[in-house]
């Protein structure tokens, strides 16, 4: 994920830094970091939990339910 995309997932779902954080589980400072790209000059990467939190607040799910997961050998 982008820090463009990351900024776009915020903006879309009318969310501030603040509340952004709070959702993650993050700091707003660390949002901050993912939205610039970079960290006293070094890269920073969105670690691939926080996109996928991201997916997940995105279609709606807030918290997880293990039991809405079907395992393979159910699956047909």
């Given at each position: 994920m982008t820090p463009e995309a990351f900024k776009s997932w915020r903006?879309?779902?009318g969310l501030k830094q603040k509340d952004a954080a709070d959702k993650l589980g993050l700091k707003k400072r660390v949002i901050q970091y993912y939205e610039k790209g970079?960290?006293?000059g070094k890269a920073?990467?969105?670690p691939k939990n926080?996109?996928?939190?991201c997916l997940a607040l995105a279609l709606g799910y807030?918290?997880?339910?293990a039991?809405?997961?079907k395992k393979s050998d159910e699956a047909s």
């Amino acid at each position: 994920m982008t820090p463009e995309a990351f900024k776009s997932w915020r903006k879309a779902l009318g969310l501030k830094q603040k509340d952004a954080a709070d959702k993650l589980g993050l700091k707003k400072r660390v949002i901050q970091y993912y939205e610039k790209g970079h960290r006293d000059g070094k890269a920073v990467e969105i670690p691939k939990n926080v996109e996928l939190a991201c997916l997940a607040l995105a279609l709606g799910y807030e918290e997880y339910d293990a039991s809405l997961v079907k395992k393979s050998d159910e699956a047909s």
